[in-house]
């Protein structure tokens, strides 16, 4: 199954991924022969399986409820892009 | 100095024929007189090597001792290091100076090694070939006009060359073993969970496990000794004591049970590296090995389930590199989305936005359980495989790649291409078993890696094989001409 | 058309742990920004959450209140959408395998019947953070603090039919989680938050309306306004030929409206997996057997033993049960005084009028159980009427004793019951309104009733109210038939 062009910006959008006008045609391609070689799993009879999600199985350790970080916003935030009272800015968001 | 592994160095230290501080300065020269022919740093950290080496001979001479007090390492750049760039070989982590230390870089800070620098990847560890970095393409010491695979292939390039005698590495789907097999190193990928992967920037969660790369199996214990262990702050880092693994490396091999997968023979190697491979098979059974043949009959689907899984998670793990609280930020963002699209849509390159659209796209509505839980499923079917398969045998023996290192430019048209190079390594990632590239002679001048597959916590036995088979040859000392 | 709402609601309760759900941070309401964000909470690169236990522990208890299947494994799951607030871009929740499955509470609505609601799921996930919009030279600011702490998803079933209804579910889920001491239950700083999932359908159809969700409602009051809003600004749509659209909806209580919120509308495609990075979490049955041995006595069990305890109307009971601090003050002022009726009248009445007055919490009342269960005694006694028990309940309400007994003692309210002092009283009452008794004596039977009051009033007023009513009234009677 091929993608078509929307389709590639519709996940490049979801994805949040600008791609110029140029790129799109070979980014089309090359996710087809991609998705073409990923396409190859059909073939295998998966009946009744279980899907694997970690190779381990092992299951989920619980951390004791206690606070031990402390306050690290100035070192934290030296390397942000963009800082003001504390706070990261973005462009303004709208709801 | 430089030509000499861990092991010589912590004997050389250990004897005071030479100080830390003294063997630190001779490679940082070493660095800056070689690396621009190979390009496999990415930051020297030239005067933070000085202190600590200064700090290692301070220790020594205080009485402590230890195989790693004052040995030179290097860290493959997705090692948080705290006040150091840690840039993923990434665009979109300009001006990251992590803010925190790995467990990994923590752990061997501690044993006393001393951090040369930041070594050079596939950008987000997403390649085999380390030409994805957005600080340039590596080239292999053996031959400056080849790659030296990947992702961790500065690592390789710079161990290989002698800049360094070791050096952390990660691996995803082979990405410590294809570069080790190109570059004629030792490389062991261990058991997921076996070292934590706090402070590991994550390509493929499920997947992703730290390791060592350096020239000899006796160096990887001594690194894996200092990288495994329980780390509270991973959920997927498993509660098991470190087995000894420098104990192991002397057990003899007799009665060892070796399985030769036919699927690993077939169409697609190089027959030349097929011959390399048997002869290592004929020399480990002079050491009292036994071979037989068996199948991995789900080995051919492994491609494209690991083609859904690591870009799946890949593409939830990049998420957060969004222009907001760190790394890079476009131009100017007209608005938020603008913000996002354009720092994410220049911060990445080509080989992360694929993947990353490959796998928001496997995980989109309608298409998850096509290619998703489809994908999860041959994972189990992999996993089966071997643990039907090491019911019969102790270690599973094959080719680490298909074919010899390739030229700087040669599959970049093609990632498809690219993504069969893994062929024969990211079983070893689906399952999540312990695997191990060692040197087994040259082709045209260009090194050949064998792979030792193990089953789980068996990293003692895969660097007990490995050793032995070091004591018998000597693959493992050619140095590249001109390093 | 006769209508039908049909309504059903996703609360989330911010769980009263100490720390947040992965990570070590503090989450105490108000901190400066981004000082409770840790490198987990941003979303720095390598690190990696790990599951608090105290969040799980909180949630089974959830889980065991309402009745619900509690799986023996529950998954975390991804949430994948850009957003500043989430700093991850993906959101750690529970999708497939939530930890508490089907379940259901029982409210008591306006007329004292019992309706019982279906809880679909429950289920754990971490709380974004917040964008501020005040301007920083047209950009927001994003304070990470919240982002993290652990939120409990609670899903009803549509089994809701009103807005009344409604406010009575979200009531009784406050009440639960405030009795479990899983969520303080405080609205205005966000701890628990709804979304009104609603929609409308001809009485009688069987297929659910197109359903609207109103996010970001945030008080009892609000909750029920805003369903009622979205009721009929949907009723109006379809009779004028509309269609309702499923979307989000924001309510603006300063305009009583909701309105669209375009902005997300956009079609949302999260991209649910498995968390990689968490491993699937184990719930034994030992474990669940240890909580349920710990459960309080939830506010449903709390009404039916004030019943059949105590003999309170369902409407007392249900009052006294609502909070698990009133139910214990009720109980502590029982225990002092052993008279539940008289003790729930007082909680009810003057005690819960002084705590409105004041917007108080009951926890903090002026007056404490021991205070007021001991004036009740006294008032059993005799030792003072019901009406001095106002005073000296206001007397200890402004602090001026320590105990009733104090009070009484030091102010001389205590009620006069010798019956000579009383006759002597009077004595002196009907002497100084002689003209009234002339007259009470020649009224006949029917008028002097009201004429009696008079004497009494008098009467009590001499005595400063002191004087036992029920003597009063006998002494009296006898003098002006004498």
Same mark, same amino acid.
């Given at each position: 199954?091929?993608?078509e062009r929307?389709?590639v ?11 110029n006008?140029g ?6 391609e090359t996710l087809?022969?991609i998705?073409?070689?990923i396409?190859q ?21 619980l951390?004791a409820?206690q ?6 916003r ?9 800082v003001e ?5 973005v462009?303004?968001?709208?709801e | 100095?430089h ?6 160095i912590a004997?050389?230290l250990a004897?005071k ?10 490679l940082?020269?070493?660095i800056?007189q070689?690396?621009p022919q190979l ?5 020297? *950290?030239?005067?933070?090597?000085? #202190?600590?080496?200064?700090a /290692?001979?301070?220790?020594? @001479?205080?009485g402590?001792?230890g +195989?790693?007090?004052g040995?030179p390492?290097g860290h493959?750049?997705?090692f948080?290091?705290q ?6 070989g990434?665009?979109i982590l300009t001006g990251?100076?992590a803010?925190?230390n790995?467990?990994?870089?923590e752990?061997?800070?501690?044993a ?5 620098g930041?070594l050079?990847m ?8 380390n ?7 590596v080239?292999n010491?053996?031959?400056l *006009?080849?790659?030296?695979g990947? #992702?961790?292939g500065?690592? /390789?390039a710079a161990v290989? @060359?002698r800049?360094l005698?070791a +050096? ?5 789907g082979?990405s410590?073993?294809q570069?080790?097999a190109?570059?004629?190193?030792t490389?062991?990928?261990p058991?997921?969970?076996r070292v934590?992967?706090w402070?590991?920037?994550a ?6 496990q ?5 020239r000899?199996?006796e160096?990887?214990?001594l ?6 262990g ?7 880092c ?5 087995d000894?693994y420098l ?9 060892l049970?070796?399985g030769l997968p036919?699927?690993?023979f077939? +169409?697609?190697?190089?027959?030349r590296?097929?011959?390399k491979?048997m ?7 002079k050491?009292?090995?036994?071979v037989?043949?068996i199948?991995l009959?789900?080995m051919?689907h492994?491609?494209p389930?690991?083609?859904v ?6 593409s939830?793990?990049l998420?957060?590199?969004d ?8 131009e ?16 990445f390159?080509?080989?992360v ?6 796998g928001?796209y496997?995980l989109s509505?309608?298409y ?5 839980i ?12 071997f643990?039907?398969?090491?019911n019969?045998?102790?270690v599973?023996?094959g080719?680490?790649?298909?074919n ?6 040669e ?7 690219a993504y069969l190079?893994d062929?024969?390594?990211?079983t ?8 191990l ?5 040259f082709?045209?001048?260009l ?25 018998v ?8 001409s001109?390093? | 058309?006769q209508?039908?709402t049909v ?6 309760a ?6 947040k ?7 105490a309401?108000g901190a400066?920004?981004?000082t409770q ?6 979303g ?8 608090n ?18 799986a023996?494994?529950?998954?975390f ?7 500043p607030d989430?700093?991850?871009?993906y959101?750690t929740?529970q999708?497939?395998h939530p ?6 509470l029982?409210?008591?609505?306006e ?21 501020l919009h005040?301007?920083?030279q047209?950009?927001?600011g ?19 039919r009103s807005?009344?209804e409604?406010?009575?579910y ?11 001491g899983?969520c303080?239950?405080?609205?205005a700083?966000?701890s628990?938050?709804?979304d009104?999932n609603?929609?409308v359908r001809p009485k009688g159809?069987a297929?659910?309306g197109t359903?609207?969700?109103i996010?970001?409602?945030?008080s009892f009051r609000?909750?029920?306004?805003a369903i009622n809003?979205e ?5 109006e749509?379809i009779?004028?030929?509309?269609k309702?659209?499923?979307?989000t909806?924001l309510y603006d209580?300063n305009k009583d409206q909701?309105?669209?919120?375009r902005s997300?509308e956009?079609?949302?495609d999260?991209?649910y997996?498995?968390?990689p990075d968490?491993?699937?979490?184990v719930?034994?049955?030992s474990?669940?057997d240890?909580?349920?041995a710990?459960?309080p ?12 305890e105590?003999?309170?109307s ?6 006294l049960?609502a909070s698990?601090?009133?139910a ?5 002022v029982?225990?002092?005084c052993?008279?539940a ?8 009445g003057?005690?819960s ?5 004041d917007n108080?919490?009951?926890?903090q ?5 021991e ?6 005694l006294r008032?059993k006694?005799?030792?003072i009427?019901g ?5 000296v309940f206001?007397a200890l309400?402004?602090g ?10 030091k ?7 010798d ?7 009077l004595d002196?009452v ?14 006949d039977?029917a ?6 009051g008079?004497f009494?009033?008098q009467a009590?007023?001499?005595s400063k109210?002191k004087a036992?009513?029920?003597q009063?009234?006998e002494l009296?009677?006898?003098?002006l038939e004498g």
């Amino acid at each position: 199954m091929a993608l078509e062009r929307t389709e590639v910006e519709k996940i490049a959008h979801l994805a949040r991924l600008g791609l110029n006008e140029g790129e799109i045609p070979s980014t089309t391609e090359t996710l087809n022969s991609i998705l073409g070689l990923i396409d190859q799993m059909q073939a295998v009879d998966t009946t009744g399986i279980e899907p694997l999600a970690h190779p381990l199985e092992a299951t989920q350790r619980l951390r004791a409820d206690q606070v031990t970080e402390n306050n690290q916003r100035d070192a934290y935030q030296a390397i942000a892009p963009a800082v003001e009272n504390g706070l990261y800015l973005v462009p303004k968001v709208i709801e | 100095m430089h030509h000499m592994t861990l092991a010589e160095i912590a004997r050389g230290l250990a004897d005071k024929q030479f100080s830390a501080e003294e063997l630190t300065r001779s490679l940082l020269a070493r660095i800056q007189q070689l690396d621009p022919q190979l390009n496999s740093f990415i930051t020297v *950290t030239a005067d933070q090597a000085m #202190s600590q080496a200064k700090a /290692a001979d301070a220790r020594r @001479a205080s009485g402590e001792s230890g +195989a790693l007090l004052g040995a030179p390492i290097g860290h493959k750049d997705l090692f948080c290091t705290q006040g150091v760039l840690t840039s993923c070989g990434s665009k979109i982590l300009t001006g990251f100076k992590a803010p925190y230390n790995a467990t990994v870089v923590e752990k061997l800070a501690a044993a006393g090694a001393v951090t040369l620098g930041k070594l050079n990847m596939d950008e987000f560890a997403m390649g085999s070939a380390n030409e994805s970095s957005h600080y340039g393409p590596v080239k292999n010491p053996w031959d400056l *006009t080849r790659v030296p695979g990947g #992702s961790s292939g500065g690592s /390789a390039a710079a161990v290989a @060359a002698r800049l360094l005698p070791a +050096a952390t590495g990660t691996d995803t789907g082979g990405s410590i073993r294809q570069p080790a097999a190109l570059t004629n190193l030792t490389g062991i990928k261990p058991t997921y969970g076996r070292v934590s992967r706090w402070g590991m920037i994550a390509y493929a969660s499920s997947l992703d496990q730290g390791g060592p790369l350096a020239r000899t199996a006796e160096d990887c214990a001594l690194m894996l000794h200092a990288m495994a262990g329980f780390d509270a702050k991973d959920s997927t880092c498993v509660d098991q004591p470190v087995d000894d693994y420098l104990a192991a490396l002397s057990q003899p091999l007799a009665g060892l049970r070796i399985g030769l997968p036919k699927e690993y023979f077939g +169409a697609g190697l190089d027959a030349r590296i097929g011959e390399k491979v048997m002869a290592v098979v004929e020399a480990l059974k002079k050491l009292g090995a036994s071979v037989k043949e068996i199948s991995l009959p789900n080995m051919q689907h492994a491609i494209p389930a690991y083609y859904v899984i690591a870009p799946a998670e890949a593409s939830s793990n990049l998420s957060r590199f969004d222009g907001v609280r760190f790394g890079y930020r476009c131009e100017n963002p007209v608005n938020l989305e603008d913000l996002y699209k354009r720092s994410r849509g220049e911060g990445f390159g080509a080989e992360v936005k694929r993947r990353i659209m490959v796998g928001t796209y496997a995980l989109s509505a309608g298409y998850y359980d096509a290619y998703y839980i489809k994908a999860q499923q041959i994972r189990r079917l992999i996993k089966n495989d071997f643990v039907a398969a090491f019911n019969d045998v102790d270690v599973i023996l094959g080719p680490t790649t298909p074919n010899l290192a390739w030229k700087l430019g040669e599959k970049n048209s093609d990632p498809v291409a690219a993504y069969l190079e893994d062929i024969y390594t990211i079983t070893a990632n689906l399952a999540g078993i312990p695997g191990l590239s060692m040197p087994a002679g040259f082709v045209d001048g260009l090194p050949v890696g064998v792979q030792l597959l193990g089953n789980y916590f068996q990293e003692g036995r895969l660097l007990n094989v490995a050793h032995q088979y070091q004591q018998v040859t000597d693959w493992h000392t050619h140095a590249p001409s001109g390093f | 058309m006769q209508w039908e709402t049909v309504i059903g609601l996703e609360i989330h309760a911010q769980l009263s742990t100490q720390s947040k759900i992965f990570s070590a941070s503090a989450i105490a309401f108000g901190a400066e920004p981004n000082t409770q964000a840790s490198l987990v909470d941003l979303g720095m690169p390598g690190t990696l959450p790990v599951l608090n236990a105290e969040a799980v522990r909180m949630a089974c208890k959830f889980g065991l209140a309402i009745d619900a299947e509690i799986a023996p494994q529950n998954i975390f799951a991804r949430k994948n959408y850009f957003y500043p607030d989430l700093p991850k871009g993906y959101q750690t929740s529970q999708m497939d395998h939530p930890i508490v499955g089907k379940g259901f509470l029982d409210i008591t609505l306006e007329d004292g019947t019992q309706k019982r609601i279906g809880i679909t799921r429950a289920h754990l996930e971490e709380d974004a953070g917040k964008s501020l919009h005040e301007d920083f030279q047209g950009m927001s600011g994003i304070d990470l603090n919240r982002a993290g702490t652990p939120l409990l998803e609670i899903v009803s079933e549509p089994d809701i039919r009103s807005a009344k209804e409604a406010v009575a579910y979200v009531k009784a889920i406050h009440a639960l989680v405030r009795y479990l001491g899983i969520c303080d239950g405080n609205m205005a700083e966000g701890s628990l938050r709804c979304d009104c999932n609603v929609s409308v359908r001809p009485k009688g159809q069987a297929e659910f309306g197109t359903r609207a969700e109103i996010k970001n409602v945030n008080s009892f009051r609000f909750i029920e306004k805003a369903i009622n809003h979205e009721v009929q600004r949907q009723i109006e749509l379809i009779e004028d030929g509309g269609k309702v659209v499923q979307e989000t909806r924001l309510y603006d209580p300063n305009k009583d409206q909701t309105r669209s919120m375009r902005s997300k509308e956009e079609a949302n495609d999260y991209r649910y997996f498995p968390c990689p990075d968490l491993l699937p979490v184990v719930i034994e049955q030992s474990f669940l057997d240890e909580i349920r041995a710990s459960l309080p006595e939830l506010p449903v069990q709390k009404r039916e033993r004030f019943q059949a305890e105590f003999g309170l109307s369902a409407y007392d009971a249900d009052v006294l049960a609502a909070s698990r601090e009133m139910a214990n003050y009720f109980e502590a002022v029982n225990a002092v005084c052993g008279d539940a009726k008289l003790a729930a009248n007082w909680v009810m009445g003057e005690l819960s009028s002084l705590l409105n007055k004041d917007n108080l919490d009951i926890e903090q009342s002026p007056v404490s159980a021991e205070q007021l269960g001991g004036m009740i005694l006294r008032i059993k006694d005799n030792t003072i009427s019901g009406k001095i028990a106002k005073m000296v309940f206001e007397a200890l309400a402004a602090g001026e004793g320590s105990t009733a007994d104090e009070v009484i003692e030091k102010k001389g309210l205590k009620q006069v019951t010798d019956s000579g002092a009383i006759e002597k009283m009077l004595d002196e009452v009907l002497a100084a309104n002689a003209e009234q008794v002339e007259q009470y004596r020649a009224a006949d039977e029917a008028k002097r009733g009201k004429m009696f009051g008079f004497f009494v009033g008098q009467a009590m007023k001499a005595s400063k109210g002191k004087a036992n009513p029920g003597q009063v009234n006998e002494l009296l009677k006898n003098k002006l038939e004498g």
